[in-house]
T-cell receptor
Framework: NAGVMQNPRHLVRRRGQEARLRCSPM?????VYWYRQLPEEGLKFMVY????????ESGMPKERFSAEFPKEGPSILRIQQVVRGDSAAYFC?????????????FGPGTRLTVL | GEDVEQSLFLSVREGDSSVINCTYT??????LYWYKQEPGAGLQLLTY???NMDMKQDQRLTVLLNKKDKHLSLRIADTQTGDSAIYFC?????????????WGLGTSLAVNP
């Protein structure tokens, strides 16, 4: 049973380009969370999705960032027109859903570097 | 608002016990977690505790929860060099659909031989 998969593991973009980060949850998990870890800081919640629905996007910057979790395929975090301040590690986590202890299983992260 | 605080650094000698402390503000927290992050790696769930418990033990790990003071601690017995990592405290409410984790900044544990 594969864990949470994220790709790419490392992504380098120039300012103004787009970054697309992918997350495949664990098998049977229908809840996905995205967190961002800035250098030397803790994790900050960005967005919580279930299949085809955004449940809580209170941590997402209002501009340039979007997320989706389609019926088929991985969850995508998309950052348009990247700036240097977007350089961070982006972690995806998944959980089975309601009625659990909300244990979230984390992927290895995507480390985005904006030049 | 919700907030989680931890001390940033802890240094111990190999074989000693480590105690990492955390305070939180959200009184509706139902679960509290300890995660471990090794350099350049993802996050590994070490243990969690439900808010109606005050202690949980799992091999070398002991979690203590003082709900009145909103204080959580993680004790690692017989600390080894392989325990050197950053330890994050996190909490989640259970208010409807709010399942996001609120994180502390992490405590960097250094284990000296």
């Amino acid at each position: 049973n594969a864990g949470v998969m994220q790709n790419p593991r490392h992504l380098v973009r120039r300012r103004g380009q787009e970054a697309r980060l992918r997350c495949s949850p664990m098998k049977g998990h229908s809840h996905v969370y995205w967190y961002r870890q800035l250098p030397e800081e803790g994790l900050k919640f960005m967005v919580y999705l279930q299949k085809e629905n955004i449940i809580d996007e209170s941590g997402m910057p209002k501009e340039r960032f979007s997320a989706e979790f389609p019926k088929e395929g991985p969850s995508i975090l998309r950052i348009q027109q990247v700036v240097r301040g977007d350089s961070a590690a982006y972690f995806c986590a998944s959980s089975p859903g309601s009625g659990t202890n909300n244990e979230q299983f984390f992927g290895p992260g995507t480390r985005l570097t904006v030049l | 608002g919700e907030d989680v605080e931890q001390s940033l650094f802890l240094s111990v000698r190999e074989g000693d016990s480590s105690v990492i402390n955390c305070t939180y503000t959200d009184s509706s927290s139902t679960y509290l977690y300890w995660y471990k992050q090794e350099p350049g790696a993802g996050l590994q769930l070490l243990t969690y505790i439900f808010s109606n418990m005050d202690m949980k033990q799992d091999q070398r790990l002991t979690v203590l929860l003082n709900k009145k003071d909103k204080h959580l601690s993680l004790r690692i017995a017989d600390t080894q060099t392989g325990d050197s990592a950053i330890y994050f405290c996190a909490e989640t409410g259970n208010a409807g659909n709010n399942r996001k984790l609120i994180w502390g900044l992490g405590t960097s544990l250094a284990v000296n031989p």
